[in-house]
Structures are given as C-alpha cells and as structure tokens.
C-alpha cells in the first residue's frame, strides 16, 4: 500500500487514543454503491437533474411532487449494504479506540455494521414525520408510495427526518458533535470534501493532537494536517483497525 508507513504510524496513534473521533461524509458509503454528491459521478454531476434544489427546504413546499420523486430515485438505497470502513469503525469502536463516530450521510450503514455512538448531523432515511403536526412515521409511507404522502391525522406532508438545504442542523446532534470534537485528541476525517457548511466548520473545533484527512481530493484543513492520505479510505480504515 503507498502508504504503508504513514498508516502504520497512525494506527499507533489510535491505539493511545484516549478520545479518538472519526468524523465522515459521502465517501464512506460510496463503496456501498451509494454516489457521493461533487465528484465526477456524483449527484451534483448533471446540473439538468437539479439535484440541491431538488433537496431544499423550497422544493418541498413549492414543489412537492418533485422533491419526493427526486427523494426516491436518488436518496433512498434499501439494500445498501456497510462496506469495510463502516466495520472498521465498528470494529475500533468496539475496541474502545473511538468514542464517537460524526456522519453527514443518511443513510444508516454506520448503524447496521454495528456502530453504537453514531451522531447523524444531517438526519436519517430511516425516520418520518409530519411536517405540521409532527407525528412520526415509518419511512414506508414515502418510500414505498407514489404521491406526496400525508398525515391520516392532520393531512399534513410526511417528509423524510432529514436536513434539507435551507434547514437549520438538528441541534442535539451539532451540540453532540462538537462536544466530541472538543474532547478529542484524535480526529479521523474520511470521504468529506469539507465544504458543506455548517458541519464542516466542526473540524475548526478540535484542539487535539492528531487531525488525520483521508480523502482522494483537496480539502481546505489539509495544511493542519498531522497526516493527509489520499487512498481508498475503505482499504486505509480496514489497516487501521487491525489489531
């Protein structure tokens, strides 16, 4: 592997953590067969598709119909399964070498593979609820139907438990994300572009010893970096979780 010594060096460091904490984005569910959203093949590829307003705050209410067919096409993968960086954390978490695993992703692989401390900063696919009254559903209600799905109760729209571009963060999650990151001596960030702001910003927060970046492009924190490696962040977290 080309980075056989930076990763055997890590791995140390994760082994002396007394706080370690990975913070992730849509990279870590790609290898899931799940598109990430900026890279050459991702949802942002096709600017026809419309993808951020599509997944607004404004379409939902606007347009309806064309949010929760966008929603279903291009946000909803039921047999997606966790690939080996989802059971590298599990596995590291378990181990007690990471106390907190941060996601922007939606999609619930963390969870599955067996992750116990898992902070959803931009919400889940597996939750409803309706957008008057509040009232929570099975994801079934959207998932499964053809139309816009409403309250029996209210009449209301059921929408997905989701951060939408225009929403604010929910705030249990950011205040649980930052406290972790406060604590941490160890920050693992993988597959995140760092771009998508406000959860981007929590990387500004760690005061730690080692801020580590596995990620094939770019991001702004790579020159605060112990460690930046730019490989297969499925094969880098498969190494570092070897005993």
């Known amino acids: 592997?080309?980075?056989?010594?930076?990763?055997?060096?890590i791995r140390d460091i994760i082994e002396n953590a007394r706080h370690g904490v990975f913070f992730g984005g849509a990279g870590v569910s790609t290898a899931s067969g799940i598109p990430d959203f900026r890279s050459s093949k991702g949802l942002?590829?096709?600017?026809?598709?419309?993808a951020e307003y599509c997944l607004s705050r404004e379409c939902l209410l606007s347009e309806p119909k064309r949010f929760f067919e966008f929603y279903r096409e291009k946000m909803v993968y039921p047999n997606a399964q966790p690939n080996a960086a989802h059971h590298a954390l599990a596995r590291l978490e378990e181990r007690g070498k990471i106390k907190a695993v941060i996601?922007?992703?939606?999609?619930?692989?963390?969870?599955?593979?067996?992750s116990k401390s898992v902070i959803e900063l931009h919400g889940t696919v597996?939750?409803?609820?309706?957008?008057?009254?509040?009232?929570?559903?099975?994801?079934?209600?959207i998932d499964e139907g053809e139309s816009i799905?409403?309250?029996?109760?209210?009449?209301?729209?059921?929408?997905?438990?989701v951060t939408l571009y225009g929403e604010a963060l929910p705030v249990g999650a950011f205040s649980a994300a930052k406290e972790h990151i406060s604590r941490a001596d160890v920050l693992i960030v993988g597959g995140s572009s760092l771009t998508v702001q406000p959860a981007a910003s929590l990387v500004s927060l760690f005061s730690g010893e080692h801020l580590i970046i596995?990620?094939?492009s770019e991001t702004p924190y790579d020159g605060l970096c112990e460690y930046v490696i730019r490989d297969s962040l499925t094969d880098v977290l498969a190494k570092l979780a070897e005993c």
Do not use: W
């Open 149 to 161: 799905p409403t309250c029996p109760v209210c009449g209301g729209t059921v929408r997905p438990d």
């Open 214 to 216: 596995i990620n094939y």
């Open 1 to 9: 592997m080309k980075y056989e010594k930076e990763i055997g060096e």
């Open 103 to 114: 996601t922007q992703n939606i999609d619930g692989l963390h969870q599955k593979a067996g």
């Open 44 to 50: 942002y590829s096709d600017p026809a598709d419309g």
């Open 126 to 141: 597996s939750g409803a609820f309706c957008d008057r009254c509040g009232r929570a559903f099975s994801p079934a209600i």
